[in-house]
Each structure stands twice: as C-alpha cells, then as structure tokens.
C-alpha cells in the first residue's frame, strides 16, 4: 500500500479521535441540563427531605461541572466508567453482559439483512423494471413504511400468539443454551431485518444502475458476457464504496437504534439500560451509554471512509 | 343436584373427569359457565395445591437500576420479589387484619407507648442462621437510622428506643401509636441477619424461596427454601421467576403465549378484550389507592372554602369512573379512606355531582376568571383525559378551569407538592393513621393539599393513642368528615388493581394491600396438573 493512502487514513483516524473527545463534551454537557435532580429522581415520590439530604451529599452532587467533567474523563481514559448512581454497581461490568446482547442481537439480524439486501439489490439490477424488480421493492419498501414497533407487533401476534412458533419476549441470559437463546432472537432479528433492508437493498440495486450506463459495461456486453457476470465482475466492485456506507450506516443503527425493538421485545440490550438510567438521571451511565454509542457510530463510518478509500482506484493507484 | 355437581367438580378436580365435559354437564343441570367455574376452583383448591413446577410472572415496573436491598425497595417488580424471598416481622391479611410471622406476639403497655414483639423460635435464615432478636433490632435500626436512604425512615420515626429482651424486641415510643404493629407490616421492613447491615443486597432472610437469579431490570428467580418456617402454607412451586416486562403489549402477549403464568397492571381499556382469551383470567382487587385533584388550601383562590367546595361538587364521579378507570374502580368521597381500611365508617353521604350548588357555591366565593389546573401523563393513566372531562363538568356550573399539561419529567418534583393545582396518585396505607399522618397532618412533608389544622392534627394524635376500637372508629368518622367538607383535597375515585392469570394457575387470593395478591401470588399460587 502506498502512503497517500496511509495518510489518508491516518487523517481519518485522528479526525475520529478530535470527534470523540468533542462528543465527550456534548454528553457531559447535555447530561447536566436535564430537569430535575438525581437524587429527587431516585427516590421518587416516595422520598423524604432527609433521605434526599442524605443521597444528595453522598453523590457529590454540590462540586462544580468542569470538576466533575475533567474527573469523569480522566476516569473513562482509565478504563473505569465509575459506579452507577442509582444502584451503586460498577457500569463497565453491569454493560458488559448488555453490550454482548446487543452486539449479538445487531451481528445476527446484519448476517442476514446484509447478503439478503445485497443479493435482492442485484435481482432488481438483473430484472430491472419487470415484475421481479417490482415485487422486490415494493416489498422492501413496504415493509420500511411500517413504523418498527408495528411490524414486531405484527410478528409477536402472529408468530408468539396465535401460532405459538417463537416466543414473544426475548430475555436471555448468562449460561443459556445456544440454540435456545437463538430461538429467543427470532422474532427481533426478523424485525431489524425488515425495518433495514430496503435501505440496503435500494442503494445496492441504484449504485449498480448507475454503472451500468458507463463505457465499460458495454464493451462487456459487446464481449458477449452474460447479464449476471457483467454485475458481478464489472459493476458490483466499483460500486462498493457507495454500498459498503449504507451497509455501515444500517450496522450503526442495528447497535445504537433498536430501543423500541428491544423494548417490545423484552430484550436485555443497552437501549432498554439506556431508557431506564435516563428515567432515573443516572448520569454516569447515561454518559458512558453514549459515549459507547458515540464510539460505534464513529468506528463503523471510519471503516466505512477507509473501505471507500481502499476501493477507489485513483486513490489506490495515484499518478 | 348439588350433590352431582360437587361429585363432578371432585372428580375434575382429581383428574377424573375433563373441564370441558364438567362445563357440559354442569350447563345440562342448569348451572351458568361462570358458576360452574366456581365450583371448579374451589374444588380444586380443596384438593389441596400442586407442589412443584415453575411458576413464572411477568411483571412492570422493573428497572436495570434496581437493587435488592429492601431499604431502596420502591418499584413493583422488587416488591412482589421481596415476597418471595423476604419475611417480615408481621403481614396483612387479605380481611385487613394482621397475621404474625416472625413476631409470634405483640403486646403493649395500656399507654400504647412501649410495644413487645416475642420473636419466633427456630426459624431460619436461607444462610443457615436462626433468626434472633438481636437480628430484629439490627434490621429496625438499619432502616430508622436518620443516614439510612430507606423508605421506611418516616414511618419508623416514633421509635425512641428498642432492645433485645430475652426472647423479646422491646420498643419504646415517642408518642403513643396504636397502630405500631401495622407499621412493622411495612414491607420495606424484610428481617435481614445482622439487620442486612454487612450486606443490604444479599438477598438472604427467612422467605419462602432462595434467591437464585437476580438480573436488574431483567429477571429474578428463587428456589424453594427446604426450611421454610411455615412449610407448605406458601411456597408451593419449586421454582419461581420473574420476567421484567414492562411494555404493557408484550405482557399481555407473553400471558397469552403462554411464557409466563400471571401478569401485573393489566390495561382497563383492554380488560373486557382480554376476558374473552380463553385460559385467561383478569383478578381484580379493590386496594386504597386513589387518585387525587390536590388545591392548596393555604394558597388563593384555594384558602376559600366555599370555592373547594364549588370544585368539589363540580365533579362527576361517575362519569370520571366510566371514562377513565372503564369503571375499574370506585367513586372517591373527599376523603382518602375507602372501605379497604380497617375501622371504615361505610355511612358516610356520598358526594354528588350537582352543577347548580356548585355554582351556588361558586357565586359565594367571589370568585372570578379562570382556575389552573395542572396535569400530566405520569400523574396517573388518563390523567390528562381527567383533567379535560372534569374542565367539562365544571363549565356546565359556570366555573372555568384552564388546564396546563406538565411534561412527565420533574413532574414529582417541581409540580407535584409545588402547584396549588395538580393532579397526583396516592398508593394507600395500612392504616387510616398511616395516611392522615403521611400526607394532612401540619408536619407532614407530603402534605399535599397544604391541610394545617391544629384541631385535626390533635385528632390525629388522639386516635392513634386509643386503643378503644369503637372510639377510634367514631374518631376516624369525624374526621372523615370535616375532610370532606373543608379539606382540599378532590376525589374522583380509588382504583382496582387489574392482574391476570394464564392458564392452570390456582391459589389465587386477592389482598387489597397491594396488586398481585398483596405480592404473594408467586408463593400462594400453583400450576392445575
């Protein structure tokens, strides 16, 4: 590899970094101008004015912002998120078991939806404006008009209660068998699958069309290729790096975006940890929360930059 | 006749005979399907529970924040998780009475100011100790310390000093309580050893089940404890779980899926859907929570009685009931005593709607222009739709109520107890002391219609000092009263608490202390073989 490419690179991954320490201000900052008070939210209703005293001077909610600001990140760099408010547990190990849900959960609805969108993308290319292009998108573009709520609905009143095939509600846990714990993902990941395929699957087939109006398409046709080795040789490489990015973009919100699919579902990820310790202003796990969820978001389109970059030609072969 | 149908249900109940064919016979002799339904569970409660199994909920109110530590026990699902593994010093009986757990006797000085708690002998703890006096004092001091966070801290505040005394607890009180042994039925008051003072989230006291699982905001499960105290009276699963689920739909679906065996708050615009899913069942309990229109009346336009009480009468009950709570429930009186509490006067006149007193009263008070009244989503379900039909009802007497939606977030704190006119939730007590002290007496910090009465407070007092039932009971009547006439404080109705049951689940007894069988449903109840 050259080193225009590696500069290449090296800028985007220190740009990531300056986004992340940016983002790391945002959160802090956001957190802190939430209504309400941790202590007061903790309790509830139920809290008497010398219980709240008490957990308010225990929390050290009386320092002031930077302070507290400057402690957190030292502590976050560390590898120590802190302890969370409301429970007193520590946040990296209580994430732990949640981020590996919801990392599994996004892992099994991509290997699906990815390959699927892609090879559905070039059906459509292949049959383009007949009835299997139709189908295809209409399906696909229908089944992303739902709101995701109604389509895990839809599944969950057919699939759980009327058929009883998967269950309803997905709680997993530590120590639960493989294919059981498969079986209790079914229906979520047939939900993510959905809502993110169209997206996928139309970029694909559009990328693709596109190419196939250029020179070198058509001196492959004049060679007397046939339709599917012309997509697959000529135009689905150059068409990677338009792809590669809504791949990433659908992988990002597969991680961070499924809270109303985990919360239909039951489903122990870290959306649903995410809502409760908001609903609490536990700020250090909000914080952590979207500090990971920051780090996905900025990790997956780095990737998606360098893969872009890495498939270009002019940038892999310059002059 | 009889005679038949009770053979028919024995043999159903014995495994003789199927449900269905019973139906069948039974609506053959006359009998209607709901009664014939009766008949099948009781007989098969007189057949005695089903031992083994696991017997699965799914409840709401479950956070990943929770811990076990009873002392911070606030939200549902650690409730009814407490119940199976924790034990307390006493517990309410479903008829409002007390029943002694580890507390085999209370006694007290005829000044109702020194209480004595003989402690049970040979009962154990899931770690293998014995439960001692000492283990008593330990868990009442942890809770009543002034740096405890526990939620029991105010009710545990009358205690002056306590002591072991040979096999014995020896309280002694600030001031006179009659009704101290209710407040040990408190059910953040679990009997931990040492007091839970090493380790509050150990999880470990003289319950029916072992805890086994306990995943925030996830699940929680527990084993039967093979020496439980009480034996085979509870605890007749082997296994026990709960599955966090607190989107209203998918604990619906998981009933009806079969993956758990009973469910809590079951949505009242729902209920007559769900009653025709075959194999469910909807439990409903009347409890003391009720939902009140707070005015401040230490606060204009509020500080005039003859303005509460246009606002009072302003209101249809009836309508709010059938509307809001789809008559899951029943009509509020101005009082914050309903018939679930021991020592209820039942012939106290019912408040009605009448538009023209109303205005009568509304004309005396002078008053002009708009009344805010503020509401939110998180007040109680269909706080908001109340607001609007009472805004309604009140136009009809001339009396005009501007309604502002708060926004859910800081509603506790910045509206509730702050605003002269809100809407808001009470949970109930154990005890009408328990509820006028908490929230309408002058030192109460709750005391959210700002109710400063030195002639009530002395009432209060009074009645909690008497151990006199029939005079406490004419104490309570009185003060019902001048409640309801002069107090700030709008009713418009108590609520039920709406569970349901899938299918082969039996032992159900509903408890007006608390949903979910006053949170014993997982111990008390079994699966139909």
Redesign the interface.
């Known amino acids: 590899m050259s080193s225009p490419i590696l500069k290449l690179v090296a800028q985007r991954v220190a740009l990531g970094i300056l986004l992340m320490l940016a983002v790391s201000v945002l959160i802090f900052a956001g957190t802190q101008v939430?209504?309400?008070?941790v202590a007061?939210?903790i309790?509830?209703?139920?809290a008497?004015?010398?219980?709240l005293a008490?957990?308010r001077a225990e929390l050290g909610l009386n320092d002031p912002a930077y302070i507290r600001y400057f402690r957190w990140l030292g502590g976050v760099l560390t590898g120590d998120l802190g302890t969370?408010l409301?429970?007193?547990?520590n946040i990296a190990s209580?994430i732990g078991g949640?981020l590996w849900n919801t990392l599994f959960l996004a892992f099994c609805a991509a290997i699906i939806s990815v390959p699927l969108a892609i090879v559905l993308g070039l059906l459509a290319v292949r049959y383009r404006d007949g009835w299997v292009d139709k189908l295809i998108s209409g399906l696909a573009l229908a089944s992303t008009s739902f709101p995701e709520f109604f389509i895990g609905?839809l599944l969950?009143?057919f699939f759980?209660?009327q058929w009883?095939i998967f269950?309803?509600?997905s709680?997993v846990?530590d120590g639960m068998p493989f294919m059981e714990r498969l079986q209790a993902i079914a229906l979520p990941t047939a939900a993510l699958t959905l809502v993110c395929l169209a997206q996928m699957m139309r970029m694909t087939r559009a990328a693709i069309l596109n190419l196939m109006q250029s020179a070198f398409v058509e001196t492959a046709e004049l060679k007397g290729l046939s339709a599917f080795a012309i997509i697959r040789k000529h135009a689905l490489p150059n068409a990677v790096a338009p792809i590669v990015n809504v791949v990433m973009l659908n992988l990002a919100y597969l991680i961070v975006g499924v809270v109303v699919i985990e919360?239909?579902?039951?489903y122990?990820g870290m959306g649903?940890?995410l809502v409760?310790?908001v609903?609490?202003r536990?700020v250090p796990?909000v914080q952590a929360v979207g500090l990971i969820f920051a780090a996905v978001y900025i990790t997956l389109n780095i990737v998606a930059d360098i893969a872009s970059i890495v498939a270009n030609p002019r940038l892999r072969h310059p002059k | 006749m009889s005679k038949e149908l009770e053979f028919l249900s024995r043999r159903v109940a014995s495994g003789k005979l199927n449900r269905r064919d019973f139906l069948g016979r039974a609506a053959a002799l006359g009998v209607s399907a709901a009664f014939a339904n009766t008949l099948l569970s009781d007989a098969a409660r007189a057949e005695g529970p089903v031992k083994g199994g696991l017997l699965k909920a799914g409840l709401q109110g479950g956070e990943s924040s929770n811990v076990l530590d009873p002392a911070l026990n606030l939200s549902q699902v650690n409730f009814n998780f407490g119940k199976c593994w924790g034990e307390l010093l006493v517990e309410l009986n479903p008829d409002g009475s007390l029943e002694n757990r580890i507390a085999e006797e209370i006694g007290s000085s005829p000044d109702a100011k020194t209480w004595t708690m003989k402690i049970r002998k040979d009962i154990e703890f899931h770690d293998g100790k014995t439960v001692k006096p000492e283990d008593v004092v330990a868990t009442l001091e942890r809770h009543s310390d002034e740096k405890s966070k526990s939620a029991a801290l105010g009710i545990l505040q009358g205690i002056d000093t306590m002591k072991v005394d040979g096999d014995s607890v020896v309280v002694t009180l600030k001031s006179a309580d009659a009704d101290f042994p209710y407040l040990m039925a408190d059910y953040h008051l679990v009997i931990q050893p040492n007091g839970g003072k090493d380790n509050p989230n150990a999880g470990i006291s003289a319950g029916p089940y072992k805890v086994t699982i306990d995943e925030p905001g996830v699940r929680y499960g527990g084993e039967k404890f093979a020496n439980y105290w009480q034996g085979d009276k509870l605890g007749h699963a082997d296994q026990v779980e709960i599955v966090v689920i607190n989107d209203p739909t998918a604990r619906m679906s998981a009933l009806q899926g079969g993956q758990v065996n009973m469910i809590n708050r079951v949505e009242p615009k729902i209920v007559d859907l769900i009653k025709r899913v075959p194999g469910v069942t909807i439990q409903t309990t009347s409890g003391k929570g009720f939902y009140p229109f707070n005015m401040f009346c230490d606060t204009a336009p509020f500080d005039n009685n003859d303005l509460r009480m246009a606002l009072k009468l302003a209101m249809d009950r009836e309508e709010l009931l059938d509307k809001i709570l789809r008559g899951y429930g029943s009509v509020g009186n101005d009082f914050p005593i309903n018939e679930a509490y021991p020592l209820f006067s039942d012939d106290i006149e019912q408040r009605k709607f009448d538009p023209d007193k109303a205005a009568e009263f509304y004309k005396k008070s002078g008053h002009s222009g708009s009344i805010l009244l503020r509401t939110s989503d998180v007040a109680f379900p269909g706080a908001v739709d109340a607001a609007q039909l009472y805004q309604q009802s009140c136009a009809k007497a001339g009396i005009k109520i501007e309604i502002k939606r708060e926004p859910g977030d800081g509603y506790w704190s910045e509206v509730w107890n702050k605003q002269p006119f809100s809407l808001s939730y009470w949970g109930g007590r154990a005890t009408q002391d328990q509820m006028y002290s908490t929230a309408y007496i002058s030192s109460a910090d709750w005391n959210d219609t700002r109710w400063k009465r030195p002639d009530f407070d002395k009432m209060v007092l009074d009645a909690r000092g008497e151990l006199d039932q029939d005079k406490r009971k004419k104490m309570y009547r009185d003060m019902a009263l001048i409640m309801r006439d002069e107090g700030g404080l709008i009713v418009p109705f108590f609520n039920q608490y709406i569970d349901a049951t899938g299918k082969g689940v039996q032992g159900w007894v509903s408890n007006p202390a608390q949903e979910m069988g006053g949170g014993y449903a997982l111990a008390m109840c079994w699966l139909e073989a």
Do not use: M
Not at chain 1, 43 to 46: P, V
């Open positions: 939430l209504p309400g008070d007061q939210s309790l509830g209703q139920a008497t004015p010398e219980a008490n957990l969370a409301s429970s007193g547990q209580s949640r609905y969950v009143y759980a209660v009883q269950p309803g509600i709680t846990y919360v239909i579902f039951v122990p649903q940890y409760d310790h609903a609490k536990d796990v």
